[in-house]
């Protein structure tokens, strides 16, 4: 699942640098793409779970694999007008390669153990975006965006063969008889906070990003942007090999106020590059831990039944919040300073984050007893 993500990590600035360079439009036309891009796959991946569960992982993995297949490697010939009309239904085809791999992972790992699963699978997730964005980046500027959208297009058809061959399990032997119960007996309002906690969370870590650019951008160090953000890997890597080592960690929602609280002094420091680089490391030693933390819960509160629908809902709030935090906190920094960028981001997430909880908090005490409680 490491080298199935490569590709989609690079997809987002692959495709920028495609639309800015090899079809001379602006950053803004750029960012139309990826918006409508992201907002298929939010839209796509609990479908393609509620079919995974339903029919089994080869025949959605075929499917969109194909489609996903022939977008990219149509995308270097297309005219932006067909290239934005076409974005949001290939975003909705997308391999939903995340919802997958902690599907099989619930699968292939008994209860106790999950939690070092799934925090491997996160420290997964942060090393692969160390990597593919850096490959993608290199392509397109060294040969060509033609080059690298190609590329894309040919590794994912190797994932998609590669994973419709090994064809690993998505139920537990545990799990018992396959069903799938109504949607308001498991769409439950803890369930509902855990989702608006991760959306909460990816809006924080999206807009931290946008941060971080445009105060190396003031101080004149842009060029240490890469390093920056791959200190910030680093730290959040340590930090989910704490969370999954130690018996017992801080809860999902504890773990994303704290995450969010700690980017708003980063603000203070925003040179060199290298002070802020360590200001940030506290907030970063929880973005593993917090990712980790919310499939776990993820996984304990749906049903195996609809576990793939549910995993599909996790991918989408997380893309929405990447899709929100990056206008949010932009425009947040365009009517004030980078400074201020951090305290939107944090702030928001902080926001988002109550929201959750009260949702929690005030559901009906029925309900609120069917589900595991937060810590």
Do not use: K
């Amino acid at each position: 699942m490491f080298l199935a993500r490569l590709p989609g990590t690079a997809v987002g600035i692959t495709l920028t640098l495609h639309v800015v360079t090899g079809l001379g439009r602006g950053y803004g036309a750029a960012g139309l793409v990826g918006t409508a891009t992201t907002l298929g796959s939010a839209i796509g991946a609990p479908v393609a779970g509620r079919l995974i569960d339903r029919h089994g992982l080869r025949p959605v993995v075929a499917t969109c694999g194909l489609a996903s297949t022939g977008y990219y490697l149509a995308t270097p010939h297309l005219p932006y007008e067909f290239l934005v009309l076409i974005a949001l239904p290939a975003g909705m085809f997308a391999v939903p390669l995340g919802s997958i791999s902690r599907q099989v992972l619930t699968a292939l790992v008994p209860p106790p153990h999950r939690r070092p699963a799934y925090t491997l699978d996160s420290i997964s997730i942060e090393s692969s975006f160390m990597i593919g964005p850096t490959v993608g980046i290199a392509v397109s500027t060294q040969i060509s965006s033609t080059a690298a959208l190609t590329g894309l297009g040919l590794t994912l058809a190797i994932v998609t063969v590669v994973l419709c061959l090994r064809n690993p399990p998505i139920r537990h032997p545990e799990d018992g008889p396959a069903g799938r119960p109504p949607l308001r007996t498991w769409l439950t309002p803890a369930l509902a906070a855990t989702l608006i906690v991760i959306f909460g969370a990816l809006f924080c870590l999206i807009g931290t990003e946008v941060a971080v650019l445009a105060a190396l951008r003031a101080t004149g160090e842009v060029a240490w942007t890469g390093v920056v953000i791959t200190l910030m890997c680093v730290a959040s890597i340590a930090g989910g090999m704490v969370h999954g080592a130690v018996r017992r960690s801080l809860s999902q929602p504890t773990l994303m106020v704290l995450l969010s609280v700690l980017v708003i002094p980063a603000g203070l420091f925003p040179h060199p590059w290298w002070l802020l680089a360590l200001a940030l490391v506290p907030t970063n030693l929880l973005c593993a831990p917090t990712l980790s933390a919310t499939a776990e819960q993820i996984g304990e509160l749906a049903p195996p039944g609809v576990r793939g629908q549910a995993m599909g809902l996790l991918d989408s709030a997380t893309r929405l919040g990447v899709a929100l935090g990056n206008p949010v906190v932009g425009f947040a920094i365009d009517h004030s300073t980078p400074a201020f960028g951090f305290a939107a981001a944090g702030s928001g997430g902080v926001v988002i984050a109550f929201a959750g909880l009260a949702v929690r908090r005030f559901a009906p005490a029925r309900t609120r007893q069917e589900v595991p409680q937060f810590d």
